[in-house]
C-alpha cells in the first residue's frame, strides 16, 4: 500500500496584485476501522465450568465458635445473679430459681422470693428473661444427679 500523495491546489487573486499563486497542500485522514465484536454463542446442553474463586482466608479467624455454656430445660434449677429480696432486706447476688420457658436465645426463670428489675422496680409475676449465653444465669447440681450417682453401679 503506497501513501497517498498531498494534493496541491492553486488559488490566484485578482489580476490587480502582482504576485505568485499561493499553493495550499491537506493531508487525507485516514479512518481505523472499529473492533470487531465476536458474540460466543453458548451452548444451554453443555455444563458450565465453574468459577474459580480466590484462594484468600477469612476476614475474621475465630478460635471456636460460639455455643452455650448450659443448655436449659423447662423445669431445671438454675441460680441467676439479680436484685432480690432475702429476710425482708433487698440484696443483689445469686439467688435459685426454676427455668419455666425456653427460647433458643432467651431463658424464662421464676423465683419463689420477689425479685427487682436493675432500675427498682419489683417483678409482680417473678419471672425474669435472661439470654441463654448470659454470664448472669448458671446452672445449679440439683438433687436428682445426687441420687442418680448414688443408683449408678459401674462395670469393671
Not at 460466543?40 to 465450568?49: D, F, S, T
Request: glycine share 4%; charged share 30%; hydrophobic share 40%.
Amino acid at each position: 500500500m503506497t501513501k497517498p500523495e498531498a494534493k496541491e491546489m492553486s488559488v490566484t487573486e485578482t489580476p490587480n496584485a502582482a504576485k505568485a499563486p499561493v499553493k495550499l497542500t491537506t493531508k487525507p485522514t485516514t479512518v481505523k476501522p472499529a473492533a470487531l465484536v465476536v458474540k460466543r454463542v453458548i451452548n444451554p446442553l453443555m455444563p458450565r465450568r465453574p468459577i474459580k474463586r480466590s484462594k484468600r482466608s477469612n476476614q475474621f479467624a475465630y478460635m471456636k465458635a460460639p455455643g452455650f455454656v448450659y443448655a436449659f430445660e423447662v423445669g431445671d434449677t438454675v441460680e441467676v445473679f439479680c436484685d432480690h429480696e432475702k429476710s425482708r432486706e433487698r440484696i443483689r447476688g445469686w439467688v435459685k430459681g426454676i427455668v419455666v420457658q425456653v427460647d433458643h436465645k432467651m431463658v424464662a426463670v421464676q423465683f419463689r422470693s420477689n425479685v427487682y428489675l436493675t432500675d427498682g422496680w419489683m417483678v409482680p409475676d417473678r419471672i425474669l428473661w435472661y439470654p441463654v449465653n448470659s454470664e448472669h444465669i448458671r446452672a445449679v447440681a440439683g438433687k436428682k444427679a445426687a441420687k442418680d450417682k448414688k443408683d449408678f453401679i459401674p462395670d469393671y
